[in-house]
T-cell receptor, first 112, second 116 residues
Framework: QQQVKQSPQSLIVQKGGIPIINCAYE??????FPWYQQFPGKGPALLIA?????SEKKEGRFTISFNKSAKQFSLHIMDSQPGDSATYFC???????????FGRGTSLIVHP | NAGVMQNPRHLVRRRGQEARLRCSPM?????VYWYRQLPEEGLKFMVY????????ESGMPKERFSAEFPKEGPSILRIQQVVRGDSAAYFC??????????????FGNGTRLTVT
């Protein structure tokens, strides 16, 4: 499986800040890029996903930016709230595999 | 509408014992994935199954680990002769088949295995 590199490993922001989490990949066959949110003691849950035919996707306060030529994509959380404190995973998969490869995760803490 | 159900939530085994982890996928989902999560290491793919078939087990250790998804009943991840290094959270996820496009995974809340 190809690696997906995620950074930073941890992130601390104040309420209202805009945390940004970045991911990079190598496999140009990847065509589906989901982000998952995980709270302590729970399984990851799909947050938002993007396909490479668009450069940006917004759902509420969450935005994915996608740069196909650079093989990078990022998650922005607008007006972050303490309830957003969680671990975030990026992932990538291809139609030929159906097996998502996950980044190592980013632990986000949003202070009140 | 129940989500992915995993049991037990917590499992304690002594070294050398067997661990059986069960996963019932969401209704209508025919694909099951098992991932292992260790602190600071993210989610590591282990095995991908469809009913009665192992599609990809490239992430599964060659010895002591096995998985099945029978025609009836839950998927089972079995670890024989557990060692301390097997201590981790094991997550099951399911997805429907969607043809050429990928579908998001729906995860259970995991089984936390502790080997003493």
């Amino acid at each position: 499986q190809q690696q997906v590199k995620q950074s930073p490993q941890s992130l601390i922001v104040q309420k209202g800040g805009i945390p940004i989490i970045n991911c990079a990949y190598e496999n140009t066959a990847f065509d589906y890029f989901p982000w998952y949110q995980q709270f302590p003691g729970k399984g990851p849950a799909l947050l938002i996903a993007i396909r490479p035919d668009v450069s940006e996707k917004k759902e509420g306060r969450f935005t994915i930016s996608f740069n196909k030529s650079a093989k990078q994509f990022s998650l922005h959380i607008m007006d972050s709230q303490p309830g957003d404190s969680a671990t975030y995973f990026c992932a990538a998969s291809s139609g030929g595999s159906y097996i998502p490869t996950f980044g190592r995760g980013t632990s986000l803490i949003v202070h009140p | 509408n129940a989500g992915v159900m995993q049991n037990p939530r917590h499992l304690v085994r002594r070294r050398g014992q067997e661990a059986r982890l069960r996963c019932s996928p969401m209704k209508g989902h025919s694909h099951v994935y098992w991932y292992r999560q260790l602190p600071e290491e993210g989610l590591k793919f282990m095995v991908y199954l469809q009913k009665e078939n192992i599609i990809d087990e490239s992430g599964m250790p060659k010895e002591r680990f096995s998985a099945e998804f029978p025609k009836e009943g839950p998927s089972i991840l079995r670890i024989q002769q557990v060692v301390r290094g097997d201590s981790a959270a094991y997550f099951c996820a399911s997805s429907p088949f969607s043809g050429q496009y990928n579908s998001p995974l729906h995860f259970g809340n995991g089984t936390r295995l502790t080997v003493t």
